[in-house]
T-cell receptor, first 112, second 116 residues
């Protein structure tokens, strides 16, 4: 019940295209859903986060869409750039964000 | 700027020796820090929660005698991998909370441990 399922495992997108990564969860107690970006050899960096009382959040080229009834949320990267090539993790947590449950990660490659 | 400083970034040690990894909170007084482990091309798994001035809380399956955690101040937590073996080779990452409530976790840049 604590699992967060993430897909796809890997993704190749052309420069300027839209990258979409999906996550699904079971635990309805989750109340905070961050996305992290990780470059090789580095720690994850917070990209954007959403709470379940909001259906969408946009920050620059990054948008989270949240479907509470379906227990799904997704990350959209608009106008994808080669510099966006990284591994993306969705995550979820309850009651203050002390313990993050991470998705399995998506390796994104943006090609010229 | 960086919120969490982790040191060293890479360490190679011989089997049977111990390695200490430091995690420093630069901007916050972190009463709680978290230690994660990540194998290549895999997700992050929480190992333990480090509590300032008290014992760490370990996740199921993590050996507390092997992975010693000390959180002696509000800005420093250390993870010591004792009697390291090749299977302990991994990427170890610490994190801190940026505030109260649903505030984000900030991660260090990780430590790549290789045990030969």
């Amino acid at each position: 019940q604590q699992q967060v399922k993430q897909s796809p495992q890997s993704l190749i997108v052309q420069k300027g295209g839209i990258s979409i990564i999906n996550c699904a969860y079971e635990n309805t107690a989750f109340d905070y859903f961050p996305w992290y970006q990780q470059f090789p050899g580095k720690g994850p960096a917070l990209l954007i986060a959403i709470r379940p009382d909001v259906s969408e959040k946009k920050e620059g080229r990054f948008t989270i869409s949240f479907n509470k009834s379906a227990k799904q949320f997704s990350l959209h990267i608009m106008d994808s750039q080669p510099g966006d090539s990284a591994t993306y993790f969705c995550a979820a947590t309850t009651g203050g964000g002390n313990k993050l449950t991470f998705g399995t990660g998506t390796q994104l490659k943006v090609e010229l | 700027g960086a919120v969490v400083s982790q040191h060293p970034s890479r360490v190679i040690c011989k089997s049977g020796t111990s390695v200490k990894i430091e995690c420093r909170s630069l901007d916050f007084q972190a009463t709680t820090m978290f230690w994660y482990r990540q194998f290549p091309k895999q997700s992050l798994m929480l190992m333990a929660t480090s509590n300032e001035g008290s014992k760490a809380t370990y996740e199921q399956g993590v050996e507390k005698d092997k992975f010693l955690i000390n959180h002696a101040s509000l800005t420093l937590s250390t993870l010591t991998v004792t009697s390291a073996h090749p299977e302990d080779s991994s990427f170890y990452i610490c994190s801190i909370k940026g505030g109260v409530g649903n505030s984000p976790l900030h991660f260090g840049n990780g430590t790549r441990l290789t045990v030969t």
